[in-house]
């Protein structure tokens, strides 16, 4: 270690809470000169001969060292002229131009002594303290602070958090009342931790104890910590990278060549490689070999930017607030998103109906035409639980009213009434827009707009930058006002609204969908189409989002709402509507669960709100993109989620709509949705082959729902994926990392569809485990392999994995009805011939029945019995207090991968009949059928075979 470096260690004023005599002083003395203290270490960062305080300009190369890009400019604004190698230098940065040469990375870098160096340690209890200094001024967006402060918190074995903040001044951070991530009452255990820490020259790196890798480490030069103008680059343990959003990446693997990814809350359709409507910074790194996973998650609500580095490293960028990170230990993929999730909220519950079909689309123009889109779906018996209404339904496109004429939804309060005599729900969008054009309002009662003269009353909107009178915007109905939902007083306004849209006009919604949350704004900034020139509305540093400023496309960013001013609680906008909206139905429908369905959304919204991922498009190359995105929410804590199915924009075509119908219908929210002036795309809208293979999938799903409900529950619980990337369940086969054309329900279905136009011959990978063909029950041949399977116009491809059991029921075109059936067990053995599954089942739509005990629960297990002789399947009652499930029985079992035809079959210790069993030969499957067994007793099946 460097004699400037142990000075500044071994002068500062270390402390500790628990010291035990002045033995334990020379210990901590003894642990400071050893570079090691009770697992804290200190140690050098590198080459520490090219950190220099003399600040010579040792040019960095890509083989020796972790480059940081200097920026020179804003590079929104960039000229490219202008990076030349004098400019470079002459800002205080290092120039080499073979690295652009070589590739796509930048030419100007941070010399290897910028950024902070340690100066002092404190500890206590449960983390650490340390005093950065700057060290050397290189100054592009804004003076760094001279000093900075790094606190280090032990939450979990599996969990700590660093904040790097200004010590002397309070700025702004994510308020609690939007993301409250509570420190653990229980500490970490040195000797069971996973993890630890080592204090490098500048700042720190974390440890996985278990393989001694680095996989997080602060020590590349660079860091800066300006008013308006954050960066810190986070050196990784391998460049398998997945996560960071809204965006729509192509691939699920990152792209880790100097890509650059803005991330800040936007309105715009998910097409190019823009920032979408949310803000995720979250991302995944599956470390070297794929022996352990580690998650990080960034708490800030600014616009910020990512650059992806072949280094491999992540520079973070941001423009205001703190560096407030968290980092997650797994060890596994699905132990990191369990772990992130438990910090920043489980996933909501969705209701059973929920998971039924769902049709939508922006102007069907008249309840007229509504009913018909119903009717004849429901003639092709076509499955549909949902039908939605969007602004069309309303009066002038005006929130809380609706188009009460001849042409228009005249009876819609009826027509809801007839849906749910058939099962059916009906949904209605809400943009937060409150409509400010009183030319509008005729046609009102009394000519008036009451959630309009009740936000004015209230005060509940947000403010313009001096403070006083809403800031308008203009979106569908005209000039707007925006509604606060930060403020107190909102939720009783939002309430108001909604029940009155409820009571008064009779349209008994079931849910609510909330749109154009960014907030979105026709106009840049205000109604005016300007903002006041200041720092907040023209940045000094402009991450890559979508617009030539911060505020196109939103609001002004020193309009003002009760957490702060829209430059820093911009990207909490629909955060805060969607904890609003579901307080509200939960006030207004207590006894019911909230279903809020958001477009835009914060870390933590999956707490409150379900999200479809947007405007769309009807083009083959959407279908890809779906999937990724799908599985990126997935790691985001969003179980429920889906894209609009066939496309939002433009014109369908009828082998798209098919393919789409397919792979949609394993999305978990499976909703087909379009645009105005566009073909119709429901499935009763094309020819009877399409309308019977997308019955056909849509009964395989409605089939498997128990087993796709019993996912949601465990990731509501515990935290688990739903939609669930193939490396999850095979991180160290290195094939699987970047497999995104196929996914996985949970960890026993493989879901592989189609996804280009005219093809019927699908490359499927198989990971190394039994599967077996959903629909046969035949076991494919190869394993760790990819097989070329022929899937024609009206066939996706789903295998179920050995080694687990998938609950299913007969299906019914609603699941108010298919909840009424039989239900079976699809039983898939692995190796040993072993499997197991589990089935939560609960009314379906009441509040928390978990919390509360009103729930059934089965475990299944199969396996060989201990003399080898047979092979056993005991349904096990974990938990029964649902007295409607009395009603339900198990009729059919499928056991795939018996390899000879059974000698005898026993339930609960009786031989059953002959009748009752059929053996496929080709296939290997054993189907025992007319069982009986009702749902809420133990059960044991017992199958004995000559190969014993």
């Not at 309105?267 to 794929?290: I, K, R, S, T």
């Not at 909501?348 to 509504?370: C, D, I, K």
């Not at 018996?898 to 002959?914: C, F, H, M, W």
Request: hydrophobic share 35%; aromatic share 12%.
């Amino acid at each position: 270690m460097p004699d400037r470096i142990y000075e500044s260690i071994s002068n500062s004023n270390i402390n500790r809470r628990k010291l035990y005599g002045a033995l334990i002083v020379v210990i901590l003395v003894a642990g400071i000169a050893a570079g090691v203290i009770l697992g804290i270490q200190f140690s050098d960062s590198g080459d520490n001969t090219n950190i220099k305080p003399e600040m010579n300009h040792t040019i960095p190369t890509p083989d020796k060292h972790k480059l940081v890009e200097c920026l020179m400019q804003n590079p929104k604004t960039e000229n490219k002229a202008w990076n030349s190698q004098e400019n470079c230098t002459k800002v205080g940065c290092s120039w080499n131009a073979s690295i652009t040469q070589n590739g796509d990375g930048p030419s100007c870098f941070y010399p290897l002594w910028f950024g902070y160096l340690v100066s002092n340690v404190s500890y206590h209890g449960n983390g650490i303290d340390i005093t950065l200094k700057k060290n050397g001024t290189i100054t592009t967006f804004g003076e760094s602070l001279e000093t900075i402060q790094l606190s280090v918190e032990y939450h979990t074995n599996t969990r700590l958090r660093l904040k790097f903040f200004d010590p002397n001044k309070k700025r702004y951070e994510v308020p609690p009342e939007a993301l409250d991530i509570k420190k653990p009452l229980s500490s970490m255990d040195e000797l069971t931790s996973l993890y630890k820490v080592n204090i490098t020259q500048f700042g720190i790196q974390i440890i996985r104890k278990s393989t001694n890798s680095v996989i997080f480490d602060t020590s590349s030069p660079g860091l800066t910590f300006a008013d308006q103008f954050l960066q810190i680059t986070i050196n990784l343990n391998s460049s398998n990278v997945y996560g960071f959003g809204e965006h729509n990446h192509r691939r699920l693997l990152h792209d880790m060549n100097w890509k650059r990814w803005g991330i800040f809350t936007r309105d715009v359709a998910p097409v190019d490689e823009w920032n979408l409507y949310g803000q995720q910074p979250f991302y995944m790194n599956l470390e070297e070999g794929g022996e352990a996973a580690n998650g990080v998650f960034l708490k800030n609500s600014n616009a910020m930017d990512v650059i992806l580095q072949p280094n491999p490293a992540i520079t973070f960028r941001v423009i205001g607030g703190v560096l407030d990170f968290y980092v997650f230990l797994g060890p596994t993929p699905e132990n990191v998103v369990q772990q992130y999730t438990e910090a920043v909220g489980r996933p909501v519950m969705p209701p059973y109906w929920s998971l039924g079909f769902q049709l939508s689309r922006w102007n069907y123009e008249s309840l007229e035409n509504v009913t018909k889109v119903v009717n004849r779906n429901m003639e092709a018996a076509i499955p549909q639980d949902v039908q939605y209404g969007d602004i069309d339904y309303m009066h002038n496109k005006l929130i809380f009213t609706y188009n009460n004429t001849e042409r228009g939804y005249k009876g819609l309060p009826e027509f809801i009434e007839r849906l749910h005599e058939n099962g059916q729900k009906y949904i209605v969008i809400l943009d937060p827009g409150i409509g400010t054009n009183k030319s509008l309002y005729t046609g009102l009662p009394n000519g008036t707009y009451g959630p309009e003269t009740d936000a004015i009353a209230k005060e509940v909107y947000v403010r313009n930058p001096n403070g006083t009178g809403p800031l308008e915007g203009e979106v569908w109905p005209g000039t707007v006002l925006y509604p606060d939902f930060t403020n107190p007083n909102s939720t009783a306004y939002w309430k108001t609204w909604c029940s009155y849209l409820y009571n008064d006009l009779k349209i008994k919604y079931d849910a609510l969908w909330i749109d154009m949350n960014e907030p979105s704004n026709f106009k840049p900034g205000s109604s005016s189409g300007t903002c006041s020139k200041n720092k907040y509305n023209y940045p000094p540093y402009m991450p890559r989002i979508l617009g030539d400023q911060i505020y196109d496309k939103t609001l002004c960013m020193d309009s003002i709402q009760n957490w702060g001013i829209q430059y820093n609680v911009h990207s909490l906008y629909a955060h805060s509507q969607s904890q609003v909206t579901f307080k509200v139905l939960r006030e207004l429908f207590p006894d019911k669960r909230p279903f809020v369905l958001t477009r835009s959304s914060f870390a933590g919204t999956n707490k409150y709100a379900v999200h479809w991922l947007g405007d769309n498009q009807s083009q083959w190359r959407q279908l890809p993109w779906s999937i990724t995105a799908l599985l990126e929410f997935s790691m985001f804590g969003f179980s429920y989620v889906g894209a609009d199915i066939c496309g939002f924009w433009f014109e369908t075509t009828d082998e798209l709509c098919q393919r789409w119908m397919q792979l949609g219908a394993f999305y978990p929210f499976a909703r087909n949705h379009n645009a105005i002036g566009f073909r119709d795309q429901d499935p009763a809208a094309f020819n009877a082959f399409i309308q019977r293979t997308s019955r056909d999938v849509l009964i395989t799903r409605y089939t498997l729902l128990p087993f796709l409900y019993t996912l949601l529950h465990e990731a509501h619980i515990w935290g688990s994926t739903v939609s669930r990337p193939v490396f999850h369940e095979f991180p160290q086969d290195e094939k699987t990392w970047s497999i995104d054309r196929q996914f996985l329900w949970g960890a026993a279905l493989l879901i592989s569809p189609v996804l280009e136009k005219d093809q019927t011959n699908l490359d499927v990978y198989f990971p190394d485990a039994r599967w077996y063909n959903f629909y046969t029950g035949k076991e494919e041949e190869r394993r760790k392999k990819a097989a070329s399977l022929f899937t024609p116009l009206d066939k996706i491809n789903l295998h179920v994995r050995g080694g687990h059991i998938i609950p299913w029921q007969i299906a019914a075109n609603t699941t108010q009805y298919s909840r009424k059936n039989s239900m079976g067990l699809y039983v898939a053995l692995d190796d040993d011939l072993q499997a197991k599954g589990s089935l939560f089942w609960d009314d379906g739509e009441s509040f928390e029945t978990y919390k509360v005990g009103s729930y059934l629960a089965l475990n299944f297990t199969a396996g060989p019995t201990k003399s080898y002789t047979s092979v056993q399947l005991s349904l096990d009652l974990i938990h029964s207090n649902y007295t409607e499930a009395n009603r339900l029985h198990f009729n059919q079992v499928d056991v795939f991968g018996v390899t000879q035809r059974p000698k005898s079959v026993l339930l609960n210790g009786k031989i059953i009949s002959k009748e009752q069993i059929l053996y496929d030969t080709t296939n290997k499957v054993l189907q025992m059928a007319n069982l009986n067994m009702t749902i809420t007793n133990q059960h044991v099946i017992e199958w004995t075979t000559s190969m014993f």
